[in-house]
């Protein structure tokens, strides 16, 4: 039992740096080159600012976690009105241990592990946090989503308007749509300096998610974002070096804006920390 806690919670936190962490952009469809007289600054700045007026979107992210190692998800997420997530993500490294799926509603989070979990906790295969219960809510409201479960990506996908040296790399199709790609690279302390100038409630976003590579010990993010002709970013990677191993994400959008719903699992298939630790007493 102690392992089928443990072990969905350190999962859970490679999401949280992946997905975190957490994510983002506008996904759009349109063809199109750039405005001649428009910058890199300025291109990633207006993608930057479409991704911050999108509700909910749908992405897959690949890559690298410390820890965790390769990592394969896709998820939904809807941030506005009220915060709903549902995710599935593989660990490529722990075979069919490392497969999890995560949801998020009504600020209560729900970790499921399939069979494998069921044999662990009575026949129930999800674990259910209440974040309100354990004082989380107040950053899920920050985050727009659950903290360490999947930071929002639409919040990382905007560091790179903090960077001094964004390039124009070159025109290249994502998932057959025509974008331009952008690169930079810049360290958290200019990424906290650029936000000076931003409301607080972005700055407040943007300083969680800071904080969670700061604890990983990466100081210094390499970052590139695919812009399609309607200035909506298709797809971001981000970089860096942590203590524990390299750090390399890659999110793609599917979609945004189209309805997000998610369920909580069936009542009978979920346990909760209390029920396992009654049952530990119990054996």
Known sequence: MRNVVRRPARRTAGAGLAALLLAAGAAGCGKGEESPEMTPAAAVAKAAKNTEEITSLRYRLTGSVPEQGRIEAEASMRV?????MSM?????????DGTVEIRLVDKVMYMGGGAAAAQEMGGKSWLKFDLAAMGADKELNQLGTASQADQNPTTESTFLTGA???KKVGEEKVDGVETTRYSGTLT????RASLKDEDEETRERREKSIEQYEKMGVDKLTMDMWVDGEDHT????????????????TFTFLDVDKPVEVAAPPAGDVATL????AGASAG
Do not use: C, H, I, Y
């Open 80 to 84: 506005k009105p009220e915060v709903a």
């Open 164 to 166: 001094k040296d964004v």
């Open 188 to 191: 958290l302390d200019e990424l």
């Open 274 to 277: 209390e029920d396992l630790m």
């Open 234 to 249: 298709k797809q971001f990677r981000m970089r860096g070096d942590a203590d524990k191993g390299p750090l390399d994400m």
């Open 88 to 96: 599935k993500m593989k660990a490529l490294d722990q075979g069919t």
